[in-house]
Structure formats: structure tokens, C-alpha cells
């Protein structure tokens, strides 16, 4: 009994041993393999290149075909007026940079010097006003009366003997408005004298002192100001005018920058759409480009096969122009809805009708693949 036990492990045990040799040594081309075929064709993610403000287009820098750098300079508007924009704001930014740096300076020794030679003047022309007229002024124009109304005395003599002869024709018209001229001259010297002479005996009055008075102490005010220097609040001020010229600065910069057109990948110009000296509208595309080294397949596949792929599964793509060549790419897209579908959907053999998209992602570095060309994604199915 106890042997019988024992050849039927013995056999079991070589059973097992055989079959998991044969799993392990099986081929791969032993696998039993399913594919699924889905046809479409290839396509680029097309980017519409714009200006980000209107304009008249002075120059474009590439034609259709044309391999572009990211970064490079593809077009530009005209920019006369903004350049002009520019120099002025950096004028204004100057202008308040300079006004800035006086003030947190302070103010100059000499400007202190001239205002505080001022203030002395200003005080002295008042001590002179609240003092009254000083006797040698008074003598001095009491004097001056006295020569004045001497010689309009003699004026006026001269013009009484010239009279007659001018009656008599003795002198000519000439000569006598000459001696009549001298005559009026003289009074009205005598009258200014006599004028002055009232106003010294009167003194300054006191409209005069209440001026002088206002004008030294607005003197002594600024003269202040100077020795202090700015306050902080002129100081702030001009420190946000300056702000504020920076500002306007960097908004004209970003006016100019806006004039060019630059591209944001590497890849190749498809079509352009305005020629220079068009005038073109803000967000209208100029230029369209695409990168064809990240090209990609649109495809359909059966409804019936939509539970067998998934995103990110591998895929191998045939194509007409070069047979026997397998592309690599990935599934990065399944639709969730079906793209085209028949009219009614009443039986099991119109529901197999329902077709669904797909988009295989593929690298394509010496570009052999081109947009519009067919395809044929073919996606393996291990068992």
C-alpha cells in the first residue's frame, strides 16, 4: 500500500514538471496575438501667430515653408509713433529722476547764501522805513527844489524875450519851440522836486512799512526752508512722480515690443496671410506655423473594439509612401462620444457602425510624415 502511495506522488510531481517546462520554453511568436486596425490621417497642432495691437505691417522676415527658431523675429509693424512714445517717457523718467536726487541733496550753499543776502536787504529797507526820513535827505531835496526853480525861472524868462522875437519874425519857428520845450522841461522838473521834498517831510507811510514787513518775512520763510531742506512729504511726492514715469516707461517698452512678432516654437511656416504695407487688425493671424517633429494621427476605430484600447497603449503606424516601415506612437486621446453614427440605430448590426476617434501622438524628427498624408494605426493585442 505504502509503495502504491508513493508511485502516484512520483507520477503527479513529473507531470508538473513537464508542463511548467513547456510554458517556460514556448516562443513568442507562440503567443496568440490580435490586432486592431484604425486608418486616418496625420495632423500638426497649427498655431495662429497674431500681433497683440493693430497696425500697418512694415515687414515680414519669413515666407511659407520657411524653418523658424522659437523666439525669432518673424514680422513688425510700423513703430514711428510708438518709438516717439518712447523717447518721451524716457525724458519725463529723467526729468523726475533729476527733480528726486536735488531734493533728497538738499539745497546748495550758494542758494542759502542769495536767499540770506536777500533777507539783510529786505530788513535794512525796513529799519530805513520805520526810522522816517532822515534832515540830510530832506536838505538834499529841499536843494534840489531850489535848482529846479531856478531854472524854470530862467526858462520861463527865456521864453517871455523870445516871444517877441518870434513875433517880430526875428527867430525862426525852429528856434522857438526849442526855447518853448526848455520852458516845460524845467517846470516839470520842478514839479517832481517839490513832490519829493512833500513826501520826505511826510515820511514813509505806513503802507510802505506793512509791504516791507510781508515782504521780509516771506524772505526769512524761504531762507528757512532752505537751511531745513525739503520736507518729507515734497520728498515722497517726487518719489512717486518718478514711480509713475517708470510706469508709463515699461507701458511705451511693452507698446514697442508689441509691434514685433516673434515665434513661439521651432517649426516651420504653413502660410502667411498679410504682405507688407496691409494694415492688420488686433488678433489677426499673420502667420501660421506648426512643429513637425510632433505630428499626430486622427483615427477611427469600431465600437465593438473601444474596450480594447486605452490611453497611452502602444501603437505602430503604416503608411503608402513608406511601406514596410513601422512609426511608433501613443494613444493620448479617446472620444467619449461616437464621431458619425447612421441615421436610426434599431439592431445589433447598426450599433457596430458607431465609430469612435482617436488620437495617436507620434515624434517625427527628420519630418517624413507630413499633414494630410493617410495612415494606418495598427494597435496589438496580447492574449
Known sequence: MKKLLVWTLAFFCSLTLTYAAQTLTTKPSQINVAAIKASGNFEVDEIGLSFKMGGRLLDRACNE?????????????????VQEEVGLREAELEIASAALSELEAGYRVEDIAQAEAVVQRLKAQLSELQAGTRTEEIAAAKAQVKTARADAAKAANDFARQSKLHEKEAISDREFEIVVANRDMTASRLAEAEA?????????????????????????????????????????????????????LALAKVHLENTLLKSPINGRVLTHNAHPGEY????????????????WLRAFINETEIG??????????????????????????????????PKTIQTTKERVKLMYRIKVDMVNPDQELKPGMPGDAVIYLVN
Open 65 to 81: 515653408g520657411d524653418v523658424i527658431n522659437a523666439g525669432q523675429q518673424i514680422g513688425r509693424l510700423e513703430d514711428a509713433e
Open 280 to 295: 492688420v487688425a488686433l488678433g489677426t493671424p499673420v502667420i501660421t506655423v506648426a512643429n513637425l517633429e510632433k505630428i
Open 196 to 248: 519829493h521834498l512833500k513826501l520826505a517831510k511826510e515820511g514813509p507811510r505806513q503802507e510802505q512799512i506793512t509791504a516791507a514787513s510781508f515782504a521780509l518775512a516771506e524772505a526769512e520763510t524761504r531762507l528757512n526752508l532752505l537751511k531745513n531742506g525739503p520736507r518729507k512729504e515734497t520728498i515722497a511726492q517726487a518719489r512717486g512722480r518718478l514711480h509713475q514715469a517708470e510706469r508709463a
Open 308 to 341: 480594447l484600447v486605452k490611453i497611452g497603449q502602444e501603437v505602430n503606424v503604416l503608411t503608402d509612401s513608406f511601406p514596410g516601415k513601422e512609426f511608433k506612437g501613443k494613444i493620448s486621446f479617446i472620444s467619449s462620444e461616437p464621431e458619425f453614427t
